[in-house]
């Protein structure tokens, strides 16, 4: 277990408001966590920072070196229409130094199989549109499993997806952080994604509290991070959240 | 055959097709990246930003105004891409500001002192009379640069240029790809703006590039489409312009504009849908594919 990403003290936000205060924590290899917390807490802020697109105002981000990142957005923040073929968009994964545009065999070779593992191998020449949700989720798992990353990030990865596909999506994940991947992704659903997680991070403009589900789905823990009272029921073993009082807070 | 031989026999009318047709391609190639990357306004902006360095910097020192007005217009491009970095709000309003006041400098001091080069409306509208042996020179020059820089940067633009945020994060150096592009686009638009005209630059910056977009859904083949499309646009239009006695520019926008027309007529909705939000980069982005 070494450390991948270590963020000590860090204050950041946007324009010197800052959205995330004295934030302390680690990120471990082959672990798999979720950040969880309301619209506007600072999940993003804190994968910004891990992904080190977003410089912190104090603290310190520190990265282990010759650590490989790689990022599956928000679908929702995405360029449909852009002119790209799946076959295209994956092989941006790619960055490493080669100096023809054009793909060598090799790299041919790796988006086929990278495509055939996620089941989307005869999508390959199609135009990024024509893609259910699920799809377009696998195709940017495939842009960043093509980097072979040590740490995998993903934004709200089962928001805009069905149950069907937030289920493959969350065994796809299992599978890759058994392989050795360490895995850290944003989530507002508690009972649908986080409780299946073996590591959770709770986050309100300052980590809340940082342990498993079962450590951290509580009604104190909640109700400081969404400031609503929650309560929490046991089912097979597994915390589920009822959320009686204001429908809708948690699907924010 | 008589026609298209009979004004080949003027030297002037060589340079001019010359010059108008490796325009055009250029403008078609570098409009791809600015039209997805919803900057047009931008290149409409540059065009007359470059016009208010030329007309100050002949004042000064004439044979220099090709550097002026090339300074002049990567000065701008870098300071509007660091306002519409900060606040894309403000980059409208920032390219309005900045490029128009520098387009009314360069009106008045034309107006006032006159020109060394070429004449105002050839300026505003593009004129093949003129056109010098270092003109020709800087036109290749310039291509040369954009094509080797697209050439070995071209996943690192087509990575920025489709998603900023997630090439960053995967270790490209975004503000040096997008400072790169604003420096091919305006020597881009200086190198091509005798031909062409002020006024008329930013059209060959779209017009190729929509008109590619609309007939393919692969990035490779809008490339080499919208490089055929501002060929032959520049090279027919050369031509029209001659037999029709106006300024090259105009005709050479309005055969695009005409390619436009009929490809629009062949794809219909289809067409029309795949350019959805190419005017403004964030428009589309809050839509999830059905």
């Known amino acids: 277990m070494t450390a991948l990403l270590t963020l000590s003290g860090v204050t950041a936000g946007y324009d010197a408001t800052p959205v995330l205060h004295d934030v302390d924590l680690a990120i471990t290899s082959g672990e798999f966590t979720g950040i969880v917390g309301p619209s506007g807490a600072g999940k993003t802020t804190l994968l910004r920072l891990l992904l080190g697109t977003l410089a912190p105002a104090h603290g310190t981000v520190e990265r282990a070196p010759g650590l490989t990142l790689a990022y599956v957005p928000q679908l929702e923040t995405v360029d449909w229409n852009f002119p790209v073929t799946v076959f295209e968009c994956v092989l941006m994964g790619r960055t490493s130094h080669r100096l023809w545009p054009w793909p060598s065999a090799d790299e041919r070779r790796s988006v086929a199989q990278v495509l055939e593992r996620l089941g989307i191998a005869d999508l390959s020449g199609r135009h990024i549109r024509e893609l259910s949700g699920g799809q377009q989720q696998r195709m940017f798992l495939a842009r960043a499993l093509l980097r072979e990353p040590a740490l995998l990030l993903l934004d709200e990865p089962t928001s805009g997806v069905d149950i069907n596909t937030r289920h493959d999506v969350l065994h796809l994940l299992g599978d890759l952080n058994r392989d050795g991947m360490a895995i850290v992704l944003t989530t507002h659903d508690l009972n649908g994604m986080a409780a299946h997680l073996p590591h959770l991070v709770c986050v309100n403009g300052h980590i809340v509290a940082e342990g498993s589900p079962e450590q951290v789905i509580t009604p104190e823990v909640l109700e400081e991070t969404y400031g609503a009272k929650l309560e929490v029921l046991q089912h097979l073993g597994m915390p589920v959240v009822i959320d009686g009082g204001a429908p809708g807070r948690l699907a924010g | ?290």
Not at chain 2, 35 to 45: Q, T
Not at chain 2, 59 to 74: E, N, P, R, S, T
Not at chain 2, 85 to 102: F, H, Y
């Open chain 2, 1 to 290: 055959m008589e026609t298209l031989l009979e004004p080949l026999a003027f030297g002037f009318f060589q340079r001019g097709l010359l010059v108008a047709t490796l325009s055009g391609a250029l403008l078609g190639f570098i409009g791809v990246y600015i039209v997805l990357r919803g900057m047009s306004y931008i290149g409409h902006g540059l065009s007359h930003a470059i016009f208010g360095g030329y007309a100050a910097t002949q004042l000064f020192a004439a044979q220099f105004y090709v550097l002026g007005a090339g300074l002049w217009g990567i000065a701008s491009a870098i300071a509007i891409t660091a306002v519409s970095r900060r606040s894309r709000l403000g980059a409208d309003a920032a390219i309005g500001v900045v490029t128009t006041a520098s387009f009314a400098l360069g009106v008045a001091l034309f107006s006032k002192f006159g020109s060394a080069g070429p004449s105002f409306d050839n300026a505003l509208f593009g004129s093949i009379l003129g056109i010098t042996d270092s003109q020709i020179l800087w036109l290749l020059a310039v291509i040369a640069l954009t094509a080797v820089a697209v050439f070995f940067r071209y996943r690192a633009l087509l990575f920025t240029t489709f998603d900023p945020d997630v090439a960053q994060a995967s270790g490209i150096r975004v503000g040096r790809i997008e400072a790169l592009l604003m420096v091919i686009l305006s020597l881009s638009i200086l190198v091509t703006l005798t031909v062409i005209g002020v006024t008329l630059v930013a059209a060959m910056l779209v017009i190729p590039a929509v008109i590619a977009r609309m007939l393919t859904n692969t990035f490779g083949w809008m490339l080499a489409l919208s490089t055929l499309v501002g060929t032959l646009c520049g090279l027919v239009g050369m031509y029209l312009s001659y037999y029709a006695g106006v300024p090259s520019g105009t005709m050479i926008v309005l055969v695009g504009a005409t390619v436009f027309l009929i490809v629009l007529g062949m794809t219909g909705a289809r067409g029309l849908r795949r350019t959805a939000g190419m005017d403004h980069p964030t428009a589309d982005r809050s839509r999830v594919a059905a």
